[in-house]
């Protein structure tokens, strides 16, 4: 049996975190169309956008084999509208490069590792869909990679400046964190920790936009990834 019994429910509170990033996804790239400056950026956001919105009917199907029965609504929803007000309200402002950061560098960076996290654990219990699943991590990695790309040529040409970018777009990141851990209880029900996941995203963040807080998390001592990685 490739999932254990009790892991369903909890796999698709993961999955509806993954779902509501991808819509939010779609409706950025989407926006950004109009807020890119050069044709072949237009046409990757383009790209994105489609692919985004197969993402979300992807992670939906799942969530519909794994959980047949509606699940109440989960307490991300409320943090994740608050991430979308934000972004947003750049897109109000045409404000590209804060649009950037939040969502092809953090909302993209901290998706790409939830997946490729999980795509760990399921490589070994020979899940199906392998192809499927790379390819949807490729995907996230373009986006992320297309991201970073563009902002330095932003910041390298001077349009951006590191500290007025840094100011303007810190705001994302306490939230993204608090998206995160508000699926703590599914994390810990197959014995993965946030916090670990939160530390790996951070360290594939621009050295500009990392942050070393020192404020406390809850965790639990346990041998990492036991459940799905068995």
Sequence with gaps: MLI??????????????????????????????????????KTFLASQARQEGYHALAFQGAIRWLTPQSQHPSPMSEHMNAYRALLEAA?????????????QIILEGLGETILKKIEAGLVKRGAPFHRLRRMLIHQEEAHHQFGLRVLNTMLERDEESYETLRDRTQKYLPLAKRLLFSAQ???????????????????????????????????????LATCIHS
């Design 4 to 41: 254990k019994f009790g892991e369903h429910v909890h796999l698709a509170q993961l999955l509806t975190f993954m779902v509501l990033g991808e819509q939010l996804a779609h409706d950025c790239a989407q926006a950004q169309i109009s807020l890119a400056p050069a044709r072949d950026m």
């Design 91 to 103: 897109i109000a402002r045409q404000d590209f490069a804060e649009t950037l950061v939040a969502e």
């Design 185 to 223: 209880d599914a994390f810990y029900s197959i014995n993965e920790d946030p916090q670990d996941y939160w530390d790996e995203f951070q360290q594939h963040l621009p050295a500009w936009l990392q942050t070393h807080s020192s404020q406390p998390h809850h965790s639990r001592p346990f041998q």
